[in-house]
């Protein structure tokens, strides 16, 4: 697991203690909407090399968790550390910048562009030299390769990175969106329901993938209505009921009755 290693030595210099943070926590998350609180003193942590859920009914209040953990909405009270330091977002650039890395359900893929074209998007490479950078040439070879690399290291298989991503299948959109999120998000990456609207076979292609994200101790947080999704990959489960995190389990220590229990209220955290 990732984190922050400490040596503590007596005279001897024998002995040694090992301290080690969570890649993200909150603590004491509350926000409100007007009148309307939408989560109250809401906690959450996830390691690195950890693949975490978040569930929930709707209105529970995992979407503006995930909203305030990516900068989007900047909570009322409560803190957030990344690797054992408090840091606060002010934006979603902030967050980006810290290494937070969101893919939501939408993608904000254009359509229009290639493969290569959308994992760089807002982050195209100048050409190196320093004519053609001036006159802002990119440097296409180079985000062809980077963008290579990192769909191969998730193993994941696109026909033609030059093909627009409006022929591509909706579980090759979804993996190509993640492949960006690794490529630029250093610590977290969160999903938010990378499997919806997915058939059998792409939705097993989105989840090897994200096996392959926990590989490279990458902490990922993953909110989904999917139970069957969430029991197949995840390490551990954080529920949330009206803005509050009720309970967390070990995903092998828990089953799908005891979850919906937490989810609906049957069973108490």
Known sequence: MGGITLALADQSGANTKTLSHPAIEAKDISHSFGAVKALVNANISVSAGEVK?????????KST???ILSGL??????????DGEKVSFTSPVEALKSGIQTVYQDLALIDTMSATQNV??????LASNWFLKKLGIVNDRHMHQEAIKALSDLGIKIPSLNATVRSMSGGQRQCLAIARAMLFGHKVIILDEPTAALGVHESAQVLSVVDQLRSKGLAILIVSHNMQHVFKITDSITVMRLGVS???????????????GLITGAISG
Do not use: C, H, M
């Not at 009322?76 to 550390?81: C, L, M, S, V, W």
């Open 120 to 125: 760089f998007v807002g982050r195209e490479e």
């Open 73 to 82: 909405v900047i909570p009322d009270n409560g803190q957030i550390f990344l």
């Open 53 to 61: 859920a978040i569930v929930g009914d709707n209105g529970a209040g």
């Open 246 to 260: 009720v309970a967390s389990r070990k995903t092998k220590d828990t089953n799908p009755e005891e979850i919906v």
């Open 65 to 67: 968790l995930l909203k």
